[in-house]
């Protein structure tokens, strides 16, 4: 099974409101990823949080981890059209990457 | 555009047919990966190299899959008699000692459709 889960699988909100999506993961990691994938697309890497840290931020994103829960959440703040996508955490896994399934995210005008 | 590139964009093809996907990765890079990318899903891992080397195989890449890195730069992944359920969308990615903490940096990928 994968290591990650996202959550909630789907996300439709305003223009301007903040999303949150929430990744759950399964053994210890030593960083967690955030990466998203425009339609058709391949997969773009927004933001990395460390197992040492609780909170990053990258102009509009917010990443937050809780290792105690393993869990991690991304935060997008005023969103935009453009922020339309689906968005997929990651962590290291022996040799590889392991993604969950996603959330999507559709913002509307 | 990461710097990873992928060819073809799309390929049709009919089932038993052989394919051959190419991936270029961000020239400094030594490690390259291949997933698979089904709809709705987020990425599978199918391989790994580092330089030359494969250095792991997912078990989901069965007997007609091989990938290759002759050269420790671009990639090939083959899959022979393909099936319909080969149909998904072929993802390449790269990263190097210098990137951060394994960052990868993904192609567009080649979307397979088999008939």
């Known amino acids: 099974s994968q290591q990650g889960e996202e959550d909630p699988q789907a996300l439709s909100i305003q223009e301007g409101e903040n999303a949150t999506m929430n990744c759950s993961y399964k053994t210890s990691i030593n960083n967690l990823q955030w990466y998203r994938q425009n339609s058709g697309r391949g997969l773009v890497h927004l933001i990395l949080i460390r197992s040492n840290e609780r909170e990053k931020h990258s102009g509009r994103l917010r990443v937050t981890l809780d290792t105690s829960k393993k869990s991690s959440s991304l935060l997008i703040t005023a969103s935009r059209a453009a922020d339309t996508a689906s968005y997929f955490c990651a962590t290291f896994y022996g040799q590889n990457f392991v993604f969950g399934p996603g959330t999507r995210l559709s913002v509307l005008p | 555009d990461t710097g990873v590139s992928q060819d073809p964009r799309h390929k049709i093809t009919k089932r038993g047919q052989n394919v051959t996907f190419r991936c270029d990765p961000i020239s400094e890079h030594n490690r390259l990966y291949w997933y698979r990318q089904t709809l709705g899903q987020g990425p599978e891992f199918l391989t790994y190299?580092?330089?030359?080397?494969?250095?792991?195989k997912s078990r989901l890449l069965s007997d007609r899959f091989s990938a290759e890195r002759p050269k420790g730069s671009f990639s090939t992944l083959e899959i022979q008699r393909t099936e319909q359920g080969d149909s998904a969308m072929y993802l390449c990615?790269?990263?190097?000692?210098?990137?951060?903490?394994?960052?990868?940096?993904f192609g567009p990928g080649t979307r397979l459709t088999v008939l």
């Open positions: 190299f580092q330089n030359e080397a494969q250095l792991e």
């Open positions: 990615a790269s990263s190097g000692q210098s990137t951060t903490y394994n960052e990868q940096f």
